[in-house]
């Protein structure tokens, strides 16, 4: 399994820069951060940054999305920073929530999504295409970023299976996880590709810690993140059709307060149960952390991104870093 880490833009620039040069000097091989425009800062300049102040971390958007910007743009944008970065760029990409959302509109469909993506591997790798009947190329273009999507339904998973390098889980839970995995499957498997060559990533917070109790404070607001994209899900699938361990606990959710996206203090977590942050976070002492990790990289995880949003992040990457990254590292090797 490989780590990364993903940030929120709301940091100043000088801890930004300072968090990712831990993260690489303590063996994380990704960087990851936000794409939200209107609540944080906008993205690009800072993984321009984020690739000079970095050697060989591979960097990305988790995630932006084919309707905030024009994707001609977005190619663009990862043509320049592959060049920037010596080709360390990934393209982390889904639906759009917040960016949209916060915007007063909805996510895009999946068709839509899934022809985005064939666009942005046609633009990055330098191919002509016809866009709206007017031929357009990136002259200066040559490799395609690795493109990772991010889902949770049936329909984008199974086209994701179809087009992606990766897949984006926003959660922890090793069974909802082997859920998801089973539709790119079934996705790659109907496209005729190598379903082991697909990545797997499962994006979540931790907190490390001996109080479980205080734990389950700093990533609550996590699950509560979660709920928007599985009240999408309840409103466009039927019941039988998605497992209860995902919908059944938002069912007392209220309003969602946009503003307070990701924050610990957030009012938006009041609804989420200890069981379901138990499920979707790692959370407490680091033995049982790394026993979590075991399970996820049996459910088919190949990289754990660690949302680093929780409060005292220096602190807690140092933490995980020392005592759960470096410590799962050291129990399979051995074995």
């Known amino acids: 399994?490989?780590?990364?880490?993903?940030?929120?833009?709301?940091?100043?620039?000088?801890?930004?820069?300072?968090?990712?040069?831990?993260?690489?000097?303590?063996?994380?091989?990704?960087?990851?951060?936000?794409?939200?425009?209107?609540?944080?800062?906008?993205?690009?300049?800072?993984?321009?940054?984020?690739?000079?102040?970095?050697?060989?971390?591979?960097?990305?958007?988790?995630?932006?999305?084919?309707?905030?910007?024009?994707?001609?743009?977005?190619?663009?944008?990862?043509?320049?920073?592959?060049?920037?970065?010596?080709?360390?760029?990934?393209?982390?990409?889904?639906?759009?929530?917040?960016?949209?959302?916060?915007?007063?509109?909805?996510?895009?469909?999946?068709?839509?999504?899934?022809?985005?993506?064939?666009?942005?591997?046609?633009?990055?790798?330098?191919?002509?295409?016809?866009?709206?009947?007017?031929?357009?190329?990136?002259?200066?273009?040559?490799?395609?970023?690795?493109?990772?999507?991010?889902?949770?339904?049936p329909k984008v998973l199974q086209m994701a299976g179809r087009v992606a390098d990766g897949i984006i889980l926003q959660f922890a839970d090793p069974d909802l996880?082997?859920?998801?995995?089973?539709?790119?499957?079934?996705?790659?498997?109907?496209?005729?590709?190598?379903?082991?060559?697909?990545?797997?990533?499962?994006?979540?917070?931790s907190w490390v810690s001996n109080d479980v109790k205080l734990a389950r404070e700093h990533v609550r607001w996590f699950p509560a993140l979660v709920s928007n994209h599985v009240v999408d899900l309840v409103n466009r699938y039927k019941p039988e059709?998605?497992?209860?361990?995902?919908?059944g606990y938002v069912r007392h959710r209220g309003e969602y307060d946009y503003l307070h996206h990701c924050e610990v203090d957030s009012d938006n977590k009041e609804f989420v149960t200890d069981e379901v942050v138990d499920r979707f976070c790692l959370l407490g002492p680091a033995q049982a952390q790394k026993e979590k990790l075991k399970q996820l990289a049996a459910a088919g995880v190949t990289q754990f991104n660690l949302y680093l949003m929780s409060g005292d992040e220096e602190e807690q990457l140092r933490l995980f870093q020392r005592e759960v990254m470096a410590g799962f590292h050291r129990s399979t090797t051995a074995k």
């Open 241 to 247: 059709d998605l497992p209860a361990s995902l919908t």
């Open 177 to 205: 996880i082997s859920w998801c995995v089973g539709f790119v499957r079934e996705g790659a498997q109907a496209a005729g590709r190598n379903f082991g060559k697909i990545e797997i990533m499962a994006a979540a917070p």
């Open 1 to 153: 399994m490989q780590f990364g880490f993903t940030l929120k833009p709301d940091l100043s620039i000088e801890r930004l820069l300072n968090l990712t040069r831990l993260a690489e000097a303590g063996g994380m091989q990704y960087g990851w951060i936000f794409d939200s425009h209107v609540l944080w800062k906008e993205p690009f300049p800072l993984l321009t940054l984020m690739a000079t102040n970095t050697r060989n971390m591979r960097l990305g958007t988790c995630v932006t999305n084919p309707a905030t910007r024009d994707i001609t743009v977005t190619a663009s944008l990862f043509a320049t920073l592959n060049l920037i970065s010596g080709g360390r760029m990934q393209l982390g990409i889904g639906r759009g929530d917040s960016s949209r959302r916060v915007l007063g509109k909805k996510p895009v469909g999946w068709k839509e999504l899934e022809a985005a993506v064939r666009t942005f591997r046609d633009l990055t790798s330098g191919r002509q295409i016809d866009y709206d009947g007017q031929p357009t190329k990136l002259t200066w273009a040559e490799t395609p970023p690795p493109i990772w999507i991010a889902g949770y339904g």
